[in-house]
């Protein structure tokens, strides 16, 4: 069983693609006709004006794809079950970190793609956040062992260009970062259930004290003293990374 199998319940509740974002992974795609979203999850980023054929581990994402989404198989990214170069291209979005082995995963992408690759993800090694600096450090270490670092991405796809993806400030995706400027959010326990890092954490009850702390800096006034000019940016970057890589 896939983790989404056990927390993605309710997961496209606040999980939708972001127009802003999807814009710049549509684009990244190029002239591609046709695509496999490997890790597709619910199918956010896929676009609309191309064939597109979704590969999720997760019968409870499948089970929560939209009618007149993309047909969808029950496969992992380390075995897509496709022939070699059968799509122009490969993407994955915010999927990456979920699977058991990247490299067989990055492996598969290029056997399968004629064209091109395309990723969306997260450098650990470039993001400063104040949630993960201030408040869950431990949860930032453990997090950001399960995302490969760019470096290691270019020596896996290369020719890769590294573009980052600044978050705006009213994202409509919620992943963990789209929240920056409304931390009041990261008290709400359905954002919790959508986010992997909290979902999946090993210590719910250190999540629970260091939340409580956020929770009293924001009623205090604390958070807004050091913080407050978040609110009025448009956007900030994060490390969100789109990776476009010649299959």
Do not use: K
Request: contains cysteine.
């Amino acid at each position: 069983m896939t983790s989404y199998d056990s927390i993605g319940t309710g997961y496209t509740r606040l999980r939708r693609p972001d127009p802003r974002i999807a814009a710049a992974v549509h684009a990244a795609l190029g002239a591609a006709e046709t695509v496999v979203n490997v890790g597709a999850g619910a199918g956010s980023y896929e676009p609309g004006d191309r064939w597109v054929l979704a590969v999720e581990p997760s019968h409870v994402m499948i089970g929560q794809r939209p009618p007149g989404r993309a047909p969808a198989i029950l496969a992992s990214a380390e075995s897509l079950p496709l022939a070699d170069r059968t799509v122009d291209a490969a993407m994955a979005t915010l999927s990456l970190h979920h699977w058991s082995d990247w490299r067989a995963g990055l492996r598969q992408m290029r056997r399968v793609a004629r064209e091109r690759i395309v990723i969306l993800t997260w450098d650990p090694d470039a993001a400063d956040f104040w949630l993960t600096r201030e408040y869950v450090p431990w949860l930032r270490d453990w997090d950001a062992g399960r995302f490969p670092t760019i470096e290691q991405m270019r020596d896996a796809l290369p020719g890769a260009n590294v573009e980052p993806v600044p978050i705006p400030r009213d994202c409509e995706d919620g992943f963990l970062g789209a929240w920056w400027a409304r931390p009041e959010a990261y008290l709400d326990p359905a954002v919790q259930r959508s986010n992997s890092l909290f979902a999946l954490t090993p210590n719910q009850g250190r999540l629970a004290r260091d939340l409580a702390r956020l929770a009293a800096d924001l009623r205090s006034g604390d958070w807004d003293a050091r913080h407050g000019e978040l609110r009025r940016r448009g956007e900030l970057d994060l490390g969100y990374r789109l990776i476009a890589a010649p299959a």
